[in-house]
């Protein structure tokens, strides 16, 4: 499609046009973010600058991102940038895209320190570093170390970091491999959204998801229970007693995780619901 001298309007019409064709849910909202990305505008510029023509240049590189994203590749990698608790993400392949179901996650934890003291925590499987990076912006922590088991995730989140101007520790560690020992039985909450598809549900995933995410940040194993397994049981280990583990867990994983945290001694096990009214977090108390 030609897009030279043709308006801001016209060319946005297009290009919802073609991500409906191709069957893009929310067409309307990407071609929009896709549009201000290639233009250079906010959303109101956009709006404003209707009817003025948009440049070649520009037009030439919304061309490439609607392309990219009608062969599936999601509009977050696309843009390189997206949000999480109203703070700015650097995305992009290798590394899960903060997802706005994990914000149940981190209200969770801050609401339990209104009433708990938690000061250190770890996060494990950081990817973009999206969960500790919110608990330092919007709580009160003293230590917040996150692992991963990827470099790559690793160097997006150090980036996130430091741009949104929060202090962790992070170490590249197959979960509690590479953590400080001087932490062990010390750390007064543990947290993780780690990979819980099922294996067997994978190639069941929307393109975008299975073509694009790394795989490593999805595939819980067989039942998909294989992280929250490891990590209660060794969480013991790191936690100080009376320390908090908090999961996200897919909408189905809720009784499962009820019983493995009784299983490992936990106590005020609870659920906690996202807005869809689905199961989300699971978490529980180390007993002594
Ligand atoms: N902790 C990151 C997030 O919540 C990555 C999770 C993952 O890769 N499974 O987005």
Known sequence: MNQKNKTIGEVLRAGKARLKAAGKEAYAFEAEL???????LNRTALFLLDGENLSDEAAELYEGFLSEREQGRPTQYILGEWEFMGL???????VLIPRGDTEVLVETILEKQQTESLKSILDIGTGSGCIPISLGHYGKFENIMAVDISQKALGYAAKNAAENNITIDFYESDLFSNVP???????????SNPPYIPKMDIEELMIEVKDFEPLNALDGGEDGLDFYRAIVEQGREWLKDG???FFEIGYDQGEALLS????????EIGLKQDLAGLDRVAFGRKGA
């Open 243 to 245: 320390g908090w583990l």
């Open 181 to 191: 020992k001087e932490w062990q039985g010390k750390l007064d909450a543990i947290v």
């Open 260 to 267: 493995l945290l009784s299983e490992f001694g936990y106590t």
């Open 34 to 40: 896709l549009l201000e990305k290639a233009a250079g």
């Open 88 to 94: 700015p993400f650097h995305v992009g392949e290798g």
